[in-house]
């Protein structure tokens, strides 16, 4: 079936598995699509248009919806990044009919271009956002219409010279630790790396960032499990295997070097840990 509008980026099903949504970063339109029992394209249900723009006029000439996910824990809410109008957008969508019904938006800092969001396990409706553009990550606090950016962290390191884009966020399953990945476009100016943050048990803030260098370009993705980190390094043809310490979040150096073409989003197989 069709979306609504060119370059669609990112899926999401619903915990129940009766619809999927689909964020399309060419027309900024968000769609929902019902599921057949198996799993199938029923129909498309809803088509819902963000707008706005902000102060890149190359990448943020219109809205680019980026990523959209359901909201854990929230009845029938939705939250989408928008990278053109720098804005978390809050939705409900109505389980029935599967109809998107905008209800507000947290306004982030201009030009940031926000890319992708995980929310944590353990404090209700603070979700981190990595912002493309801005090379940062976002605490941000949010309710069912607003919001407000409670921290703002940069995701590489001080004094970096770099011309680069933040890539993905992911958050350990325990939600003691967010990592998030910057891609450095030309291999002479900058070092891609992965940065660790702690976060603190009772206000769900991140700690102060620690770097990773990375020996492979472009890491668009990354994967966590249990005890590694896999980057999907798309400039350098593979998926690497950093192990991970699960108490302290410290990575180590590669392990494996798995070459694959051009990876640009690893996820875990159905079931799989």
Same mark, same amino acid.
């Given at each position: 079936m069709?979306?609504?509008?060119?370059?669609?980026?990112?899926l999401?099903?619903?915990?129940?598995?009766?619809f999927?949504l689909?964020?399309?970063?060419?027309?900024g @339109?968000l +769609?929902m699509?019902?599921?057949?029992?198996c &799993?199938?394209?029923?129909?498309?249900?809803?088509?819902?248009?963000?707008? &706005?723009?902000g102060?890149?006029?190359?990448?943020q000439?219109?809205?680019h919806?980026?990523?959209s996910?359901?909201?854990?824990?929230? #009845?029938s809410r939705l939250?989408?990044?928008d990278?053109?109008?720098d804005?978390?957008?809050?939705?409900e969508w109505?389980?029935?009919s599967?109809?998107?019904v905008?209800?507000?938006?947290?306004s982030l800092?201009?030009g940031?271009?926000?890319?992708?969001?995980?929310?944590?396990?353990r404090h209700?409706n603070l979700?981190?956002v @990595?912002?493309?553009?801005?090379?940062?990550v976002?605490?941000?606090?949010?309710?069912?219409?607003d919001g407000?950016?409670i921290q +703002?962290?940069?995701?590489?390191p001080e004094?970096?010279?770099?011309?680069?884009?933040?890539?993905? @966020?992911k958050l350990?399953?325990?939600?003691?630790?967010v =990592?998030?990945?910057?891609r450095?476009y030309?291999?002479d100016?900058?070092? +891609?790396?992965i940065a660790? =943050?702690?976060?603190e048990e009772?206000?769900?803030k991140?700690g102060?960032?620690i770097? =990773?260098?990375?020996d492979g370009?472009v890491?668009? +993705? @990354?994967?966590?499990?249990?005890n =590694?980190l896999l980057a999907a390094?798309?400039?350098s043809d593979? #998926?690497?295997?950093l192990p991970?310490n699960?108490?302290t979040g410290?990575l180590l150096?590669?392990?494996?070097?798995y070459?694959?073409?051009r990876?640009s989003?690893v #996820?875990?197989a159905?079931?799989?840990?």
């Amino acid at each position: 079936m069709p979306t609504s509008g060119g370059a669609a980026c990112h899926l999401a099903v619903d915990p129940k598995g009766q619809f999927l949504l689909v964020s399309n970063y060419g027309s900024g @339109i968000l +769609d929902m699509f019902r599921l057949t029992a198996c &799993g199938g394209l029923a129909e498309h249900a809803c088509a819902l248009q963000f707008f &706005g723009s902000g102060p890149d006029l190359r990448r943020q000439e219109q809205a680019h919806a980026h990523f959209s996910t359901f909201v854990p824990e929230g #009845i029938s809410r939705l939250a989408a990044v928008d990278l053109g109008s720098d804005r978390l957008w809050l939705l409900e969508w109505k389980q029935e009919s599967g109809r998107l019904v905008l209800k507000g938006s947290v306004s982030l800092p201009a030009g940031y271009g926000p890319r992708h969001l995980v929310f944590s396990p353990r404090h209700s409706n603070l979700a981190y956002v @990595i912002c493309e553009l801005g090379l940062r990550v976002l605490s941000v606090q949010v309710n069912e219409r607003d919001g407000k950016v409670i921290q +703002d962290q940069s995701c590489v390191p001080e004094n970096a010279v770099l011309e680069a884009g933040a890539g993905a @966020i992911k958050l350990s399953e325990d939600g003691r630790f967010v =990592y998030a990945s910057t891609r450095v476009y030309h291999a002479d100016r900058g070092t +891609d790396c992965i940065a660790c =943050y702690a976060v603190e048990e009772e206000s769900g803030k991140l700690g102060e960032p620690i770097f =990773y260098e990375l020996d492979g370009r472009v890491p668009r +993705d @990354i994967l966590l499990t249990e005890n =590694y980190l896999l980057a999907a390094c798309q400039e350098s043809d593979c #998926i690497l295997v950093l192990p991970r310490n699960q108490e302290t979040g410290e990575l180590l150096s590669a392990v494996q070097r798995y070459p694959l073409y051009r990876p640009s989003c690893v #996820i875990h197989a159905w079931g799989g840990r």
